[in-house]
């Protein structure tokens, strides 16, 4: 019996869980050594009882490139994925996991703040271009008014992006282009806005500023994540998330670091950090209520020196098992354990295979006035030799457009 396997015998008693982790297999100058403590994107396969979660943004309304505004995957093991918030700069990380946008189409808004919807846009485009073949659909909360609402919010979405919408049209598999919107009550107490494939979300009203944000959290398989998007706590919270296996809440930058680090008046500071949002001590004494087998906080600066300051400030209150997020991190969720790692990715990525082609409607296309199709410039000798080459090298008999006119 080589010396592995007698540590492993020797903590039969402690079950599975220790043969799965951290048994140093000897060194070798030839072989791989698996388990190097990270995730790769695209080198495990999801197991069908395991719930897959990523933060793909756990930062601020401002922009830095180490941390992109609040956005977190959930995937799970019957191959359903869902996106709750998608900040500013999200999308980009999400990109990094190559993962085909097909699977990417169900996005869950806990409130419309730009911070955390930001990249909608980069998803929702990217998408179409990336031949999304299924339409983006949102699910939002009302608002006090229609004006406040998400349908509204999407609607001028829509409307910004008439140009670019108009551009693809004919271009692109139409479906693809499609965005939908499920707009739900906000003051609905723990109400199914989702139920499809053995998955349920639910929404309860958030404490944010203003009516209108929502927390959610998804059941699945005896599992669950809850994600508190931003709100000051409540009771909501209190007794909804309670005993949830994975639960994410805001843990909002120090007042002190406001104050200090941004400039702010004191009374804006205090208001914003410990009013509009959670300071670290009530997170922790959130969690201490909720009772989590993983606490998430999220929505601060995760640096070397405001991290140690983060977490003081929930050890006051609360002594669980704890993740302080910064983007990248993926949490494998099982009924047995909640591993916990970094992400390692290409930042050289194309993106992720095209999963179908579909059918493309090339009648809706509209091309270019004839004051603009005048000033192309003649090219066709160039340009002929392209679709020369091209058409001989695949088979095809694609004919140039811009220099047939000419
Ligand atoms: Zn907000
Ligand atoms: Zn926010």
């Not at 995937?75 to 996106?83: A, S």
């Not at 007042?255 to 922790?284: C, I, K, S, Y």
């Amino acid at each position: 019996m080589s010396i592995q396997n007698t540590v492993v015998y020797g903590c039969l008693v402690v079950g599975i869980l220790i043969t799965n982790i951290a048994i140093a297999q000897a060194p070798s100058p030839v072989k791989a050594t698996p388990n190097r403590a990270a995730y790769f994107p695209q080198t495990e396969d999801l197991k069908p009882d395991e719930m897959r979660i990523i933060s793909l943004g756990t930062a601020m309304p401002f922009q830095r490139p180490a941390q992109a505004a609040p956005s977190f995957l959930v995937e799970l093991g019957n191959g359903d994925k869902f996106l709750f918030d998608i900040g500013t700069g999200a999308a980009e990380r999400l990109a990094a996991l190559q993962i085909p946008y097909n699977y990417l189409n169900k996005v869950f808004l806990g409130h419309l703040h730009a911070d955390h919807m930001g990249d909608l846009p980069a998803l929702w485009v990217g998408g179409t271009i990336n031949n999304r073949t299924v339409p983006l659909e949102i699910w939002g909360p009302s608002g006090s008014e229609d004006q406040y609402g998400t349908k509204y919010a999407i609607d001028g979405l829509k409307e910004f992006y008439n140009w670019d919408i108009a551009t693809r049209r004919g271009a692109f598999v139409a479906a693809g282009q499609e965005l939908i919107v499920h707009e739900f009550d906000y003051r609905g107490e723990n109400k199914i806005i989702y139920e499809e494939n053995g998955v349920t979300i639910r929404s309860f009203p958030a404490v944010h500023a203003f009516d209108g944000p929502v927390s959610f959290r998804l059941d699945w398989n005896g599992l669950s994540f809850v994600f508190s998007s931003d709100t000051f706590p409540n009771k909501w919270f209190l007794e909804y998330a309670k005993n949830a296996d994975v639960v994410v809440h805001e843990c909002f930058v120090t007042v002190d670091d406001l104050v200090n680090r941004m400039n702010f008046p004191v009374e804006r500071a205090l208001l914003v950090g410990a009013q509009v949002h959670t300071p670290p001590e009530a997170f922790g004494k959130v969690m201490s209520m909720v009772k989590p087998r993983m606490a998430v906080a999220y929505h601060f600066i995760n640096d070397f020196d405001t991290a140690p300051n983060i977490l003081e400030g929930i050890r006051q209150t609360y002594d669980g098992p704890l993740t302080l997020a910064k983007d990248m991190l993926v949490w494998n969720v099982t009924k047995d354990k909640i591993d916990v790692r970094e992400v390692v990715y290409n930042e050289n990525v194309w993106t992720a295979p095209i999963v179908e082609r579909g059918e493309i409607d090339t009648s809706l296309r509209e091309s270019e006035s004839d004051f603009i199709k005048a000033g192309v410039a003649d090219f066709s000798d160039v340009i002929s030799d392209v679709y020369r080459r091209t058409n001989e090298k695949y088979g095809t008999d694609v004919k140039p457009e811009l220099t047939d006119s000419q």
